[in-house]
């Protein structure tokens, strides 16, 4: 009969793997933008799988919590300027509740994988897979649940201007996170393999690693043919707390988009609520629209607020001049607690006065999210909806040849906010291998190529447009053919052999015996 391994020890003590986690947070979020460190990421996750190696179940649900609540609440404190601190510590608590459920996973993963399958190929070769698989199952349980999730923070999305970018056009969003996970448990592992004897062979191996991931060539671009696209950017207050008359913000996006006439345009694009009028009941946004799209002799792309059958909806308006809207698209994900309030009656008593200021429930939209613009087919994104691995492909799949991604970003000021958001709609971009509008009502705004290249942009907080003959592209990426399959496939691989790796060790009547050590 073969013994039960010896438990595995910590690198660390409890104390100092949660002085550890607490650390990781800033690290990790210095990884992305607005300081944009990209290599800090994989520090931050580096900091992390060493604190929960050797922790007990409760020591590893400590050290998760700690770990995440220090990364949210730096990376999401621009919550705070919209709408206070509670939003902003409930969400961080939240998120760190699960982050803390899979961390117990990742630790259990460390103690029974090497010990049903005790070899250098299962401690080096398997192990890392199922950590970085159960990582990518966690971030896609909370990108999508409870109330469509909130997949801000994702780690791959550190890496828009890094050379991994490239990575999500092959493998996606998800894709790229488990990569950037896999690599680094690889290199752990690797470095603590006792039967690895010669020194230089713990670095090179992970070097080599590295190299291979990063060897795999760029997605090709092959471009359709050209769209001249005009952004405008009004630089309006357009937060919802700011103090304004009826129509300033429709009356700053015109004055904005008076200079281009008489350039020739394919399409002119106004970002999510571009105009606070809704044309499609006020005459007056009517006849600024009509009049500027007949100068301009282009159509005209612009975010408002709608009312149908009682229900309110962040829409994108495809405008033509004397026709009106001829399509629009309604925002897939209005933000919970933001832009409605999902079961209000339940929520309401913990916070009456900050429930009390979300008035106007937005409801989710249903139709599909692409226009036609005169031959040229634009994927439609609002906002939060660049977040949506789903919506992309969906877009994609509907013929998309270009994203047009419109958002408001004033309610966030000159924060972090935009620039996470801008770091999100670049990777969108090389994902899809579509070129990708990215209009703001304040900033920061920019036309991103196929391949992540910023091609023209907006001074933040600057009225203002943008001109560009935009590639077209038709082809498909690995990514949005099979992106949810590649989540889908390493998510459940990860659970999947975690769970064998249980049922084997009480199989072989080896079950865990109390606690794996005295460091927690």
Request: aromatic share 10%; hydrophobic share 50%; net charge negative.
């Amino acid at each position: 009969m073969t013994a039960e391994p010896a438990p595995m020890r910590p690198p660390v003590p409890l104390v100092a793997a949660l002085l550890l986690a607490a650390g990781s947070g800033p690290v990790l979020d210095a990884g992305f933008p607005d300081l944009g460190i990209w290599p800090l990421a994989f520090v931050g996750i580096g900091i992390i799988l060493i604190s929960l190696i050797g922790r007990s179940a409760w020591g590893a649900l400590l050290v998760g919590f700690v770990a995440s609540v220090s990364f949210y609440l730096v990376h999401i404190s621009w919550i705070t300027l919209y709408l206070g601190d509670v939003p902003w510590l409930a969400l961080s608590i939240l998120q760190s509740i699960f982050f803390a459920l899979g961390a117990l996973l990742i630790t259990l993963a460390f103690r029974w994988i090497p010990n049903v399958w005790p070899t250098a190929l299962g401690r080096v070769g398997l192990l890392p897979i199922v950590i970085a698989g159960l990582w990518t199952a966690r971030e896609a349980l909370v990108s999508t649940w409870p109330y469509g999730g909130f997949a801000w923070g994702r780690v791959a999305l550190s890496q828009s201007e890094s050379p991994f970018a490239p990575l999500v056009a092959w493998v996606g969003v998800s894709g790229l996170s488990f990569v950037m996970v896999w690599l680094v448990a690889f290199l752990l592992q690797f470095l603590r393999e006792p039967e690895v004897t010669v020194p230089s062979l713990r670095l090179l191996a992970p070097a080599a690693a590295v190299a291979v991931v990063l060897a795999l060539p760029a997605w090709p671009v092959v471009e359709r043919g050209t769209s001249t696209i005009a952004a405008v950017q009004g630089n309006a207050k357009a937060g919802y707390f700011d103090e304004r008359e009826p129509g300033d913000i429709l009356a700053a996006q015109a004055s904005a988009t008076l200079p281009l006439i008489g350039t020739p345009v394919d399409m002119i694009v106004w970002p999510e609520n571009g105009t606070d009028l809704d044309p499609t009941r006020e005459p007056q946004a009517a006849s600024v629209l009509d009049y500027l799209g007949a100068q301009a002799q282009a159509p005209i792309i612009a975010g408002t607020i709608t009312e149908r059958d009682g229900r309110f909806y962040n829409t994108s308006l495809l405008w033509e001049t004397q026709t009106g809207p001829v399509d629009h698209y309604d925002k897939r994900h209005p933000v919970p607690f933001g832009e409605y309030v999902p079961d209000r009656d339940f929520w309401e008593p913990f916070a009456p006065d900050l429930i009390g200021l979300i008035g106007r429930e937005y409801t989710p939209g249903t139709v599909d999210n692409v226009f036609n613009v005169n031959g040229v087919i634009a994927g439609i994104s609002i906002c939060f909806d660049i977040v949506d691995d789903a919506l992309t492909r969906e877009a994609v799949d509907r013929g998309a040849q270009v994203i047009i991604a419109q958002t408001n970003n004033a309610d966030f000021g000159r924060t972090d906010e935009n620039q996470q958001q801008l770091a999100i709609a670049r990777l969108r971009a090389i994902e899809s291998s579509r070129s990708l509008v990215n209009i703001s009502t304040v900033g920061t705004s920019q036309m991103i190529g196929p391949d992540g290249a910023t091609l023209t942009e907006i001074p933040a907080y600057e009225p203002g447009h943008m001109v560009y003959d935009v590639p077209l592209v038709s082809e498909v990426t690995p990514a949005m053919a099979a992106g949810g399959h590649m989540e889908s496939f390493v998510s459940y691989f990860g659970l999947l052999a975690l769970g064998v790796a249980m049922l084997l060790r009480t199989k072989n009547g080896r079950p865990h015996r109390g606690r794996p050590n005295s460091g927690g």
